[in-house]
């Protein structure tokens, strides 16, 4: 599994074996034990245009201030950057 974020310092603390002991120590160590249940997790550093989609559903869920599930759809406010990212004209 590939694991992609343009957030340098998430990485290098999902890549450190030692104990973080940053104010986000528990959400580390919980994706770290996450991606122990996984087989071959790579983590890899994008740039945020190639990490859009992201940054856009973040956007988003801060202007609504609500959480959603969207299940076999993409949601109406990132769906030009969906094509996008997919190529599709």
Do not use: F, Y
């Amino acid at each position: 599994m590939i694991m992609e974020s343009d957030c340098s310092s998430c990485l290098a603390a999902l890549g450190n074996q030692q104990i973080d002991r940053s104010i986000h120590a528990s959400l580390v160590q919980d994706v770290k034990m996450i991606m122990t249940m996984l087989e071959n997790v790579c983590l890899v550093k994008v740039t945020r245009e190639q990490n859009r989609v992201a940054q856009e559903l973040a956007q988003h869920a801060r202007r609504v201030c609500s959480s959603a599930i969207w299940l076999g759809s993409v949601p109406n406010c990132i769906e030009h950057v969906v094509l996008q990212d997919c190529n599709v004209t």
